[in-house]
């Protein structure tokens, strides 16, 4: 068995590739996860690019820049890459366990594809609605990304049953940990739909928000990284105070 990296009583995190380390787990309640979108840009060249010239579009000096792996693959090879890795999670999962994707407007047809292929029940898509995002005439604004959501089977009850459209504000300037941080207020919505005895499983940790939020709502995590660096800062979010949200 591989050795965690970091370890507490409700969290576990592992550094390397989810596609090794996930043969290795059982008893997931919940996969939630944001993987690399390999989009950004207009044409397909752009897929090709630095992570922070893709994802950044602000001048402010404090904002993170930091780079990130796996995110410049083309579409059939995204497709296979994300059928294998959701299909080690499906065989790690109960039954009745569910599955939360991000992804993005451009990857939205091919991660359910993924979706499916790894064996999921594909159930229904939840928008993200980002307020306060900058508006350009003729166009529609780039206010939203997307979860997908599906089940091995029938889905296990979860404690609350929210909206599939979210509102809640990005995380700005120097407040981000990671290119792609997603808010504690969004996933702790999003968590809602486990049960408190979920085992809750992110194999693309990122900088271990997913993991925070788990933990604030008194569920275990699981918390998978090629970076060690988010690993890291990861590991110093675990030991923060658990926030009272009763």
Same mark, same amino acid.
């Given at each position: 068995?591989?050795?965690?990296?970091?370890?507490?009583?409700?969290?576990?995190?592992?550094?390397?590739?989810?596609?090794?380390?996930?043969?290795?787990?059982?008893?997931?309640?919940?996969?939630?996860?944001?993987?690399?979108?390999?989009?950004?840009? @207009?044409?397909?060249?752009?897929?090709?690019?630095?992570?922070?010239?893709?994802?950044? @579009?602000?001048?402010?000096?404090?904002?993170?820049?930091?780079?990130?792996?796996?995110?410049?693959?083309? @579409?059939?090879?995204?497709?296979?890459?994300?059928?294998?890795?959701?299909?080690?999670?499906?065989?790690?999962?109960?039954?009745?366990?569910?599955?939360?994707?991000?992804?993005?407007?451009?990857?939205?047809?091919?991660?359910?594809?993924?979706?499916?292929?790894?064996?999921?029940?594909?159930?229904?898509?939840?928008?993200?609605?980002?307020?306060?995002?900058?508006?350009?005439? #003729?166009?529609?604004?780039?206010?939203?990304?997307?979860?997908?959501?599906?089940?091995?089977?029938?889905?296990?009850?979860?404690?609350?049953?929210?909206?599939?459209?979210?509102?809640?504000?990005?995380?700005? #300037?120097?407040?981000?940990?990671?290119?792609?941080?997603?808010?504690?207020?969004?996933?702790?919505?999003?968590?809602?739909?486990?049960?408190?005895?979920?085992?809750?499983?992110?194999?693309?940790?990122?900088?271990?928000?997913?993991?925070?939020?788990?933990?604030?709502?008194?569920?275990?995590?699981? #918390?998978?990284?090629?970076?060690?660096?988010?690993?890291?800062?990861?590991?110093?979010?675990? @030991?923060?105070?658990?926030?009272?949200?009763?």
């Amino acid at each position: 068995m591989i050795k965690p990296y970091y370890e507490d009583s409700a969290v576990k995190i592992y550094h390397g590739d989810c596609r090794e380390i996930l043969p290795e787990l059982n008893g997931i309640g919940a996969v939630i996860t944001d993987p690399p979108y390999s989009s950004g840009g @207009q044409f397909r060249s752009d897929r090709s690019q630095k992570t922070s010239v893709k994802y950044v @579009q602000t001048e402010a000096v404090e904002t993170c820049r930091d780079e990130f792996s796996g995110d410049n693959l083309d @579409q059939r090879s995204f497709l296979s890459w994300a059928s294998i890795w959701i299909s080690k999670c499906f065989r790690c999962s109960i039954d009745g366990s569910i599955i939360i994707l991000f992804t993005d407007w451009r990857q939205l047809p091919t991660m359910s594809d993924a979706l499916q292929h790894g064996g999921y029940i594909w159930r229904n898509i939840v928008t993200w609605w980002k307020p306060g995002i900058r508006m350009q005439r #003729g166009r529609f604004s780039g206010s939203s990304e997307y979860m997908i959501y599906g089940s091995k089977g029938v889905p296990i009850s979860g404690e609350k049953s929210p909206q599939n459209v979210l509102r809640c504000a990005p995380v700005t #300037g120097n407040m981000k940990n990671h290119i792609a941080e997603k808010p504690t207020e969004l996933l702790l919505e999003v968590l809602s739909v486990t049960t408190e005895d979920s085992t809750i499983l992110d194999p693309f940790m990122g900088s271990g928000t997913t993991l925070r939020a788990a933990k604030d709502l008194n569920r275990k995590a699981i #918390g998978i990284e090629i970076e060690e660096k988010y690993c890291e800062i990861s590991a110093m979010r675990m @030991q923060q105070e658990v926030l009272d949200l009763s």
